[in-house]
Nanobody
Framework: VQLQASGGGLVQAGGSLRLSCAASRRTLSNYVMGWFRQTPGREREFLAGIRWRSESAWYEDPVLGRFTISRDSAENTLYLQMNNLKLEDTATYYC????????????????WGQGTLVTVSS
């Protein structure tokens, strides 16, 4: 599976942005997909994950209620809808794939897309 993230850009605080992650594999039903972000000098931070088959999702507290992870199986694409963006959301965002549900760190995520930069301005 190859992952291609896109959709980053510059947005004002309080605004919204939707990230996409296109997957090359035709069938993702056995995978769990997730979104992470990273700022310089810090470890990559888990944000949200979703089981492809059931759409069962889980989130980290900093984004719970503001970000929504979803997927479109017909398009083989993962999304992250980000609302009410804050300055501290500025980071490079990454999508990832795993065979394990419920992971909350980088460990166990086998495949990574390239990052897409999100900059939130005041």
């Amino acid at each position: 599976v190859q992952l291609q993230a896109s959709g980053g850009g510059l947005v004002q605080a309080g605004g919204s942005l939707r990230l996409s992650c296109a997957a090359s594999r035709r069938t993702l039903s056995n995978y769990v997909m997730g979104w992470f972000r990273q700022t310089p000098g810090r470890e990559r931070e888990f944000l949200a994950g979703i089981r492809w088959r059931s759409e069962s999702a889980w989130y980290e507290d900093p984004v719970l209620g503001r970000f929504t992870i979803s997927r479109d199986s017909a398009e083989n694409t993962l999304y992250l809808q980000m609302n009410n963006l804050k300055l501290e959301d500025t980071a490079t965002y990454y999508c990832a794939a795993s065979k394990t549900y419920g992971l909350r760190s980088m460990k166990g995520w086998d495949l990574w897309g390239q990052g897409t930069l999100v900059t939130v301005s005041s």
